[in-house]
C-alpha cells in the first residue's frame, strides 16, 4: 500500500511537469517575456491539477481492478486447491470405510465360526465319551492277544487326545474371566502345540522345542496367554509357506522368563517392521486375517507387565520374544488387567 502512494505521488509530479512545459519551453527561450503572470498560473495550475486527478483516478482504478483481479485469481486457485484435497479426503476416508466393513465383516465371520465350533465340540464330546467307556470296556474284559492290546490302548490314548482338543476348542472360545492364577509356561505352549499340530503337520511344518529346566510358574490369566501364543503360532505358520521350521524355546531371565517363537519364514521387510503391532495393519491376504491379532496380542501382554518384541528381516524369518514376570501378580490385579484390555 505505501508503494502505491508513492507511485502515485511520481505520478502527479510528471503529469504537473508536462501540463506546464510548454510554459517552461517559452521561458526559456523569452526569459523577458512575463509568461508566469497571474493568468498562466491559473490556467497551467488548473489543467495540470485535473490532469493530474484524471491520472491519479486511473491508476487507482486500475491498480485496484488488478488487486481483485489477482485476489479473485488467488481465490479461485485456493477453492481448487481445497476441492482437491476434499476430494483426496473423501477417496481416503471411502476406503477407509471400506476397509472398515470388510473387516468387520471378517471378524463376524470369525466370531460365528468360533461360537460355531464350541457347538460343535460340545455335541462330539457325547459320543466320545461313549467311544472311550467302551474301548476300556473290551480292553479290561476281554482277553486279547499282545497285539490286539497295544491297538486298544492306541485307541484309547488317541480318543484321550481328542477329548483334550476338544476341552481345549471350548475353552479357549469361552469369554475369559479376567482370574489370575498360576500358569505353568511349557503346559500352556504344549496345549496349543495340540491344537495347531494337525494344521501344521498338512503344511508341512516341524516343530523343535528347547525349553529351560526348572522354569517357575508365571502369574496371569490363562485364556488371554493361550491367546497370545496361539496368535503368534499361527503367524508363524503362516510365514512359513511351503513348509518351514518353528523353533520354541524358553529361558529364565532373573525374575522374568520368556519364550521365543522363531519360524524359517519369508520374513518382515523394514517397511513393514515398525508397523506390525498398530491395529488392523496386515501383510496377509484380507481371507486370512484383519490385523488385529498382533495388536491384540501386544495388549494383553503390556497388561500382564510383560513385553513383546520381533526382529526379523525379509528372507529370513522372524522371532518374536515375550518376557514375563514370575510371581509378583496377585488376584487384586484383574481388574486392572480387565481395564487395560
Do not use: W
Request: hydrophobic residues 40%; glycine residues 6%.
Amino acid at each position: 500500500m505505501k508503494k502505491n502512494y508513492i507511485l502515485i505521488g511520481i505520478y502527479l509530479l510528471i503529469v504537473l511537469f508536462m501540463a506546464n512545459l510548454n510554459a517552461v519551453v517559452d521561458f526559456v527561450q523569452h526569459p523577458d517575456i512575463p509568461y508566469f503572470d497571474e493568468e498562466h498560473l491559473i490556467v497551467g495550475g488548473t489543467t495540470g491539477l485535473l490532469t493530474a486527478i484524471l491520472f491519479a483516478a486511473v491508476f487507482i482504478y486500475t491498480n485496484r481492478l488488478q488487486n481483485q483481479i489477482e485476489a479473485r485469481r488467488k481465490a479461485e486457485d485456493e477453492l481448487q486447491r481445497i476441492n482437491e484435497e476434499l476430494d483426496h479426503r473423501i477417496k481416503e476416508r471411502t476406503q477407509a470405510l471400506e476397509k472398515t466393513h470388510r473387516q468387520l465383516l471378517h471378524s463376524e465371520k470369525l466370531s460365528a465360526v468360533g461360537k460355531l465350533s464350541a457347538s460343535i465340540a460340545h455335541e462330539f464330546n457325547n459320543p466320545l465319551q461313549g467311544i472311550m467307556n467302551v474301548i476300556t470296556g473290551v480292553h479290561d474284559r476281554v482277553q486279547a492277544d499282545e497285539e490286539d492290546a497295544l491297538l486298544l490302548e492306541l485307541a484309547l490314548k488317541e480318543c484321550h487326545r481328542i477329548k483334550d482338543l476338544i476341552v481345549q476348542l471350548q475353552n479357549f472360545n469361552r469369554p475369559t474371566t479376567g482370574r489370575i492364577s498360576f500358569i505353568d509356561l511349557h503346559e500352556l505352549i504344549d496345549s496349543m502345540l495340540l491344537m495347531t499340530r494337525e494344521d501344521f503337520r498338512l503344511k508341512g511344518i516341524t516343530v523343535k522345542k528347547k525349553y529351560a529346566e526348572n522354569i517357575p510358574h508365571i502369574q496371569g490369566v490363562d485364556d488371554l496367554l493361550k491367546q497370545v501364543i496361539l496368535n503368534l503360532l499361527s503367524n508363524a505358520a503362516d510365514a512359513c509357506e511351503g513348509g518351514g521350521i518353528i523353533n520354541i524355546s524358553t529361558s529364565v531371565l532373573d525374575k522374568q522368563v520368556a519364550f521365543r517363537i522363531q519360524d524359517s519364514g519369508k520374513g518382515i521387510s523394514a517397511k513393514n517392521l515398525p508397523h506390525i503391532f498398530e491395529p488392523f495393519f496386515s501383510t496377509k491376504p484380507q481371507v486370512k486375517g484383519v490385523g488385529l491379532g498382533l495388536s491384540v496380542s501386544y495388549g494383553i501382554i503390556k497388561s500382564h507387565n510383560g513385553r513383546i518384541e520381533v526382529n526379523s528381516e525379509e528372507g529370513k524369518g522372524a522371532v518374536f520374544t515375550v518376557t514375563l514376570p514370575v510371581a509378583g501378580f496377585s488376584a487384586e490385579k484383574s481388574l486392572n488387567i480387565m481395564e487395560t484390555l
